[in-house]
């Protein structure tokens, strides 16, 4: 879900943030925010033809959100459903002066009216390769009880089992969706594969439900049912019902998960599984930086207890080294590993498992992630950006002139993106971008003024990173003294503040 979020994103204009206004902004702030604009990017202060077509460009993009924010009809569907919402044929027929409820359903009938026109057919390919090597002889050799055993010298390292899957999906409506998958899988010289064919539809903005139908060499056919459901903004329950059939009979399973989102970054999730392996299953997982997972089970056959830790790095590669400890009546098993991109679409990751009676194993994986489309829009994004500068500097200069003269707000340096450590000057060029000039365009009476709202909308801005979290870094000179703030993407920021203001005493 976070990939298709960040796809919209790139695909809509935000008009709050183009605009620099609150979302719940008066016409009269709107009206300013629109004049001021319109004033940088009039086509008429322009007369080289390439600046006068990027400033019309502008200009009629300014005016498109001002049209919409500052009529209480369209500003409502924004409000409600972006852009999107506002492209949707009809609108035109429907009574004004709507409640937020009757524009909702408005919207829902609409929505259904055009997808049954025009089906969007997508696939989704996702892939996992990995393999399990048996490195125990490295640490714990055997007894040999014959010298004249060939290559008994040499510890014996060997691969017993690999596994490899594959899956795809394919929208059949607005609601339905087809999903395909295989897997093939070999342990200690015996294997087999597997192929699943499942009909997803969403009956609701709350849930789901999943009709699934397997076959196998390992197992028999498998017949299964799968239900989602918000209960609350911040709870989820999902329910697996699932008939195994195999040479000893039907073989039915239930499996129950109740979730809740206990902060920003914790879930806490219940599990209970009856049938195969009936369990009970606790666990917190707290995913930031740095993710934590403290679990407990209760089941026949296994029983236990699991810690386990993640560490992400902020670099390019998307690093991440992590551990676990898990405990309980089979015995002991400590794992360690690390996971690096290697390509755009392929994540190698490797993992020791050390344990007691286990022994000793190696797990190579390589994920093939799913295909981003977002590389076009990015650069499209990136050259309405670098257009949208080029017809700053003018203005910029004389705000610049202003501003010196009364001692007043310079911005000295400005970069939007994603920071890395200092060590890694190649990551920083990629992954920030200089928005010094769009900053000082914004300064007014010694005064910036930034809203709750993603920076990436502001005009001149543009998303380097997209999906990933973002800082504003500002360097401002003040009645002549430096200052420094760095703030998140979506946090509102004043300046000049007496707390930006760089010690020099030291």
């Known amino acids: 879900m976070a990939t298709a979020l960040n796809e919209e994103e790139l695909d809509n204009e935000d008009y709050y943030s183009l605009l620099n206004v609150r979302r719940e902004a008066s016409s009269e702030e709107l009206k300013a925010a629109y004049r001021r604009l319109c004033m940088l990017y009039h086509p008429d202060k322009h007369r080289d ?22 009529d209480p009809q369209t500003r409502a569907i924004y409000d409600i459903y972006g852009k999107r919402g506002l492209e949707m044929e009809g609108w035109e027929v429907v009574e004004r002066r709507r409640t937020p409820a009757e524009i909702r359903e408005e919207f829902e009938r609409l929505q259904r009216e055009r997808e049954e026109r025009r089906l969007q057919q997508r696939t989704n390919p996702k892939g996992t390769i990995s393999v399990g090597i048996d490195a125990t002889d490295l640490f714990d050799r055997y007894e040999e009880e014959y010298e004249d055993v060939s290559g008994s010298g040499f510890p014996q390292i060997e691969i017993n089992k690999m596994h490899i899957s594959q899956s795809i999906e394919a929208p059949l409506t607005a609601t339905d969706t087809a999903i395909l998958s295989g897997s093939l899988s070999t342990q200690n010289g015996n294997g087999g594969g597997s192929i699943n064919f499942a009909l997803r539809r969403v009956t609701s903005a709350k849930g789901w439900g999943e009709l699934e139908f397997g076959a196998g060499d390992l197992q028999g056919p498998l017949f299964g049912l799968k239900l989602f459901r918000n209960l609350t903004p911040r709870c989820f329950v999902t329910t697996n019902c699932a008939l195994q059939f195999s040479s000893r009979g039907i ?34 997982v707290r995913d930031t930086k740095t993710s934590f997972t403290v679990a407990l089970q209760l089941g026949i056959p296994h029983s236990f207890a699991l810690i386990s830790y993640q560490h992400k790095f902020q670099d390019d590669d998307q ?13 002991t098993v400590v794992e360690y590993g690390a996971e690096r991109k290697i390509s755009r679409h392929s994540v190698l990751g490797a993992a020791v498992s050390v344990g007691v009676p286990q022994g000793v194993s190696l797990k190579v994986k390589e994920l093939e992630k799913q295909r981003e489309s977002t590389a076009t829009d990015i650069l499209q994004k990136k050259q309405e950006a670098e257009a949208a500068v080029r017809l700053m500097q003018e203005s910029v200069r004389r705000i610049i002139e202003a501003e010196e003269s009364r001692m007043g707000l310079i911005i000295v340096n400005a970069w939007y993106g994603k920071f890395v450590n200092d060590k890694s000057k190649k990551s920083e060029k990629v992954k920030v971008i200089d928005v010094t000039v769009p900053l000082q365009c914004l300064v007014k009476d010694s005064k910036l003024i930034l809203t709750e709202a993603s920076k990436a909308g502001l005009p001149g801005f543009y998303d380097p990173c997209v999906g990933e979290e973002k800082n504003l870094k500002v360097l401002y000179q003040f009645r002549g003294v430096l200052h420094q703030v760095m703030a998140l993407d979506n946090e509102a920021l004043r300046i000049p503040k007496q707390s930006h203001r760089i010690d020099t005493d030291g």
């Open 49 to 70: 033809p390439e600046l006068k077509s990027q400033a019309e460009r502008l200009f009629n993009l300014v005016h498109q959100a001002y049209e919409v924010l500052s």
């Open 251 to 284: 073989r039915p399973g239930l499996t129950t998960v109740l979730a809740r989102n206990l902060d920003k970054n914790t879930v806490g999730y219940l599990q209970w599984r009856w049938g195969i392996q009936s369990a009970m299953n606790t666990s917190i």
């Open 319 to 331: 690093t991440r080294v992590k551990g676990s400890l898990k405990a309980g009546f089979f015995g």
